[in-house]
């Protein structure tokens, strides 16, 4: 674990190469397993693979989505029902759960932050990404996770540079 948390990092280019479903399927299949506040459970994710979606998805914001456009795919993390206290909490631990079990199948990611982002003065972000993707009124949207294979190299995390004095004993 600390290993793949030490070479995760954001990923904005991505190669033109489809991800397997099954890859989609576990990464799925994991962001099911995240835990939530009371064992709610009321995430949903809303797969994007169509490319025209995705670069209309990429317009959502001003800066930090155009990577979207070259993504295999996107998932879309929301809550559907009513707001609770800690949503933005179980809608981002279950997006943290897929950038790392995509990691650890050799794909790379990129957090697009949806909620309290503006697509232009008078709609918000969350707006636009429901209308683009179909999304029901109700849902709350979190986040939007670009997956791909890289098309880029980073560096691992560099251990001796951590901000250790973080830390309080």
């Given at each position: 674990m600390l290993e793949l948390l030490?070479?995760?990092?954001?990923?904005?280019?991505?190669?033109?190469?489809?991800?397997?479903q099954e890859k989609v399927d576990a990464i799925l299949?994991?962001?099911l397993m995240a835990p939530s506040s009371?064992?709610?459970r009321l995430w949903e994710f809303y797969v994007v693979e169509d490319k025209?979606?995705?670069?209309?998805?990429?317009?959502c914001r001003v800066r930090g989505s155009q990577l979207l456009e070259g993504a295999a795919l996107a998932i879309v993390v929301t809550i559907d029902g009513e707001p609770y206290d800690v949503w933005i909490e179980d809608a981002s631990i279950a997006?943290?759960?897929?950038?790392?079990?995509?990691?650890?199948l050799g794909l790379g990611t990129c957090w697009v932050q949806v909620r309290e982002r503006q697509y232009n003065e008078s709609t918000s972000t969350e707006d636009y990404v429901k209308e683009v993707v179909g999304i029901s009124e109700s849902a709350k949207v979190e986040c939007i996770i670009a997956i791909g294979y890289p098309d880029e190299e980073k560096e691992p995390h560099?251990?001796?540079?951590?901000?250790?004095?973080?830390?309080h004993r």
């Open positions: 030490k070479t995760r990092r954001s990923i904005r280019k991505y190669q033109d190469k489809k991800v397997e299949k994991a962001a009371s064992n709610r025209e979606k995705l670069s209309k998805l990429s317009k997006a943290v759960i897929m950038q790392l079990t995509a990691h650890s560099d251990e001796e540079k951590l901000l250790y004095n973080k830390i």
